[in-house]
């Protein structure tokens, strides 16, 4: 026995199976820390390909990647939104990461820099951000630049991916940090349950909590009407 907490009305064989499970997670939870570590023990990767230039659909302006970073945070994170130059219709999955993200936007933006990059013209990318109540999110437009291609947001036939890319600045260096290269990994759910993106996106974690699981044949939609 772990605790002593009970639940009302739980059997025995309940409580036998979910103190194994309690084990599993506590388990989980320490190596989740020690992947954590890892990650922050990284060396220091590549210098980015270039000074990518992207538009800032809601200032109409053009930034730089190294401008991206605010003044006093060396931490950059880029989330590749799948919103194509050619696309009419964005990805439903990653628009329901956004509309959490949104939300988060403020509080990230306090400790680290966090934008969104899609190749989606500035405009359309401003029309969906706005109908979807999207104010908080730093939406940059790459349909000028080359940075989904070479970063593996992109495929060669054009095709969009969802890949987060960390970056980090150090004595005034950019250096590329991590890349959710998972997404790359095996994964035999793949393409309905990818868990590139668990990290941030809290609905597949809620699923699991529940009986019903993340399974079963549920994907996102743009709305539910």
């Not at 605790?3 to 506590?26: C, F, G």
């Not at 730089?64 to 003044?71: D, G, M, N, Q, Y």
């Amino acid at each position: 026995m772990t605790h002593a907490k009970r639940w009302p009305n739980e059997t025995d064989d309940y409580r036998v199976a979910r103190e194994a499970l309690l084990a599993a997670e506590v388990a989980l939870r320490a190596q989740t820390e020690e992947v954590a570590q890892m990650r922050a023990n990284l060396p220091a990767g590549g210098a980015p390909k270039e000074d990518y230039v992207f538009v800032d659909a809601r200032r109409g302006a053009e930034v730089r990647l190294s401008e991206l970073f605010a003044p006093g945070k060396d931490s950059l994170v880029l989330y590749g939104f799948m919103f194509g130059r050619a696309q009419t219709s964005p990805c439903p999955a990653c628009t329901s990461l956004l509309d959490g993200l949104n939300g988060s936007s403020p509080h990230l933006n306090d400790k680290i820099s966090f934008a969104v990059v899609a190749a989606a013209e500035p405009a359309v990318l401003l029309d969906y951000a706005n109908e979807r109540g999207w104010g908080n999110l730093r939406l940059l437009s790459s349909a000028g630049n080359s940075y989904n291609r070479d970063y593996g947001a992109e495929t060669d036939e054009g095709a969009q991916l969802p890949m987060m890319h960390s970056w980090a600045r150090k004595d005034g260096e950019i250096r590329h940090f991590w890349a959710s290269e998972l997404l790359f990994g095996p994964d035999p759910d793949w393409p309905h349950h990818p868990r590139h993106g668990d990290a941030i996106w809290p609905l597949w974690n809620m699923f699991d909590l529940t009986a019903d699981t993340r399974y079963g044949g549920w994907f996102p939609k743009l709305s539910y009407d």
